[in-house]
């Protein structure tokens, strides 16, 4: 089946440090891949997304590359802000599905101190 | 586009009582999502619909649970009778079919 895990958070980090956050999925087939961010008291907004392998999605500074061979997709900026703090989600869309649904991860909650 | 709508933004109601979640997709959305969202147990998939069609409800949690689309610009996700542990944010999310869902604002639900 289909499924996300995510590292567990939280994680804080100083501003201007370098964030990692890791995902890893299962999946059936060839999965589209996500990261959705959610601000405080805000609905999940897409962050960027990679559709094949070897991909890189990248968005406001965040990039993630598409690894087929260790069926990852860790989210990586190499200088956190203040303003990024937010909680982070990984998830998937089964290849070959032409359903729409998407497989979310837990979640990781960012916190960036001045 | 004014983006997912959702009313109301916050509902506080007493064990027992009825409540109704409202959602208005995205205009030309075929897919509309319910979730749940709690420390506990993260983001839940409730139930979600194809053109109006309820498509996999195996995560509604219980009969106290009701979802319907009467057409394609609203949705109503139905509690009766509401428990405490309904405690939640529940958004609504749409797409075209395509890989991008698009959420709303949430609703936060408190059951005393």
């Known amino acids: 089946g289909n499924s996300v895990t995510q590292m567990e958070g939280p994680v804080t980090l100083s501003e201007e440090a370098f964030l990692t956050i890791n995902c890893t999925y299962t999946a059936t087939g060839y999965p589209s891949l996500f990261w959705y961010v959610q601000y405080p008291g805000e609905g999940l907004q897409l962050l960027l997304k990679a559709t094949k392998a070897d991909d890189k999605g990248s968005n406001k500074g965040f990039e993630a590359t598409y690894r087929k061979e260790t069926t990852s997709f860790h989210l990586e900026k190499g200088s956190v802000q203040v303003s990024d703090s937010a909680v982070y989600f990984c998830a998937l869309k089964g290849g070959g599905s032409t359903l729409g649904r998407l497989y979310f991860g837990r979640g990781t909650q960012l916190t960036v101190w001045p | 586009d004014a983006g997912v709508i959702q009313s109301p933004r916050h509902e506080v109601t007493e064990m027992g009582q009825e409540v109704t979640l409202r959602c208005k997709p995205i205009s030309g959305h075929d897919y509309l999502f319910w979730y749940r969202q709690t420390m506990m147990r993260g983001l839940e998939l409730l139930i979600y619909?194809?053109?109006?069609?309820?498509?996999?409800d195996s995560g509604m949690p219980e009969d106290r649970f009701s979802a319907k689309m009467p057409n394609a610009s609203f949705s109503t996700l139905k509690i009766q009778p509401s428990e405490p542990r309904d405690s939640a944010v529940y958004f609504c999310?749409?797409?075209?079919?395509?890989?991008?869902?698009?959420f709303g604002p949430g609703t936060r639900l408190l059951v005393l």
């Open positions: 999310a749409s797409t075209p079919g395509q890989e991008t869902q698009y």
């Open positions: 619909f194809n053109n109006n069609v309820p498509i996999d």
